[in-house]
């Protein structure tokens, strides 16, 4: 059976798409032929990148600049891409201000209260007041789709990053109460929980390591991995998910 995934002409927004799982996104979005808005914060080359590849799958695609932590930034950036593309029909809050790995003040005990707030105002707060930005658009067509991207960590625990993993929790309080209010206008919001992806983020072997041999699938989650998911979450296939915090990490068992 083919499933036609209803999103060729359809405006997406992939932030933090100038590498790793959002390239990958904006990418497979391309394939099915969407307008695609390839969001960075300073790899302007990097962008430009992904917006020639999904020029050659045969997608429109544009680079716009965004800065989770300045919310002027973002209002902006949206405006541009309405302004480019059109009104917005899909929103992928991918992009994401890393912790290392690990930070040695990062403990519950110790971790300075300034860094929670930058965490917070980064990988919270940008994503909701991006949702708030695009949400007029998709209530006016009946029409939308959100998919906030979190962290298995979320679930697991993993010592030396409170501020990063409690940030990514509240992503998860942020998406229910969405889909909640959202869904009777036809927007369905859903998270997708990444593992350790080693093409986001220089990781210490060790953790590489984990991650492919703590998988049932015994493999390391790949970009590609996670982009299908998003892609079919963010399709006309979707019709009735919404709510809910997807694992796409081969159920990896975070050592803790």
Request: charged fraction near 20%; glycine fraction near 8%; hydrophobic fraction near 45%.
């Amino acid at each position: 059976m083919n499933v036609d995934l209803g999103l060729a002409g359809k405006v997406v927004l992939v932030t933090g798409a100038s590498t790793a799982i959002g390239k990958a996104t904006a990418l497979a979005f391309a394939e099915e032929k969407a307008n695609i808005a390839v969001g960075y914060h300073s790899n302007a080359q990097a962008a430009a990148e992904t917006v020639a590849l999904a020029e050659q799958r045969g997608a429109r695609a544009i680079r716009w600049q965004l800065d989770l932590g300045q919310p002027d930034s973002l209002q902006i950036a949206v405006e541009h891409a309405r302004e480019e593309l059109g009104p917005i029909d899909v929103l992928v809050n991918n992009a994401v201000r890393w912790p290392d790995w690990p930070q040695p003040d990062e403990l519950f005990e110790t971790a300075p209260p300034e860094r929670f707030t930058t965490s917070v105002n980064a990988n919270l707060i940008g994503p909701y007041l991006l949702a708030r930005a695009v949400v007029a658009d998709m209530r006016s067509h009946g029409w939308g789709r959100i998919v906030n991207v979190s962290t298995g960590l979320v679930e697991d625990g993993f010592p030396g990053n409170v501020s990063y993993i409690a940030a990514k929790a509240g992503l998860h309080g942020l998406t229910r109460v969405m889909s909640r209010e959202l869904a009777a206008s036809g927007i369905l919001t859903n998270v997708v929980m990444p593992g350790f992806t080693p093409a986001d983020k220089p990781l210490p072997p060790e953790l590489i390591e984990q991650a492919g041999t703590a998988a049932a699938t015994r493999r390391v989650t790949h970009p590609d991995d996670v982009a299908r998911m998003i892609v079919f979450l963010c399709s006309t296939a979707n019709t009735n998910t919404t709510g809910e915090a997807i694992r796409t990490d081969g159920h990896f068992l975070s050592p803790g």
